[in-house]
Nanobody, 122 residues
Framework: QLRLVESGGGEVQPGGSLRLSCRGE????????VAWFRQAPGKAREGISR????????TYADSVKGRFIISRDTTNELVNLQMNNLKPDDTGFYYC??????WGLGPEYGYWGQGTQVTVSS
C-alpha cells in the first residue's frame, strides 16, 4: 500500500516560518508529481503548491505565492514546503498528495497523506 507521511507542522506566531516535509513509504516519491493542500476550519480544501516529477516545474496558489517554496530533497526522497511570513489565515490542516499524473492544484491526486496541523497565532 502506497502511503504518504507529512511532518513539520506546529504552532508559530505571525511572521514566522515552518517547513513541512512529505515522505513516501513503499514507493519512490522522486518519480511522482507532488502537491500540497490545506483545509482551514469551515473551508474547502485548496491546492496551494505543486512540483512536477518531469522537470520540477512548480505552481503556487495566489494566496501563498512569494511566501511558500516547494522543493524536492532527492537524496532523502522528500518534498518540502518552506512556509515563510506565515499569517493567521494560513492556519489549517496541511496534506501532501502524489500521483504519476500531473493534476496541478486540482484534487484528483491518487495518494494522500493523513495531514499535519499548522496554527499561526499570536
Amino acid at each position: 500500500q502506497l502511503r504518504l507521511v507529512e511532518s513539520g507542522g506546529g504552532e508559530v506566531q505571525p511572521g514566522g516560518s515552518l517547513r513541512l516535509s512529505c515522505r513516501g513509504e513503499v514507493f519512490f516519491l522522486n518519480n511522482y508529481n507532488v502537491a500540497w493542500f490545506r483545509q482551514a476550519p469551515g473551508k474547502a480544501r485548496e491546492g496551494i503548491s505543486r512540483i512536477a516529477n518531469f522537470d520540477d516545474n512548480t505552481t503556487y496558489a495566489d494566496s501563498v505565492k512569494g511566501r511558500f517554496i516547494i522543493s524536492r530533497d532527492t537524496t532523502n526522497e522528500l518534498v518540502n514546503l518552506q512556509m515563510n511570513n506565515l499569517k493567521p489565515d494560513d492556519t489549517g490542516f496541511y496534506y501532501c498528495a502524489a500521483d504519476q499524473l500531473d493534476w496541478g492544484l486540482g484534487p484528483e491526486y491518487g495518494y494522500w497523506g493523513q495531514g499535519t496541523q499548522v496554527t499561526v497565532s499570536s
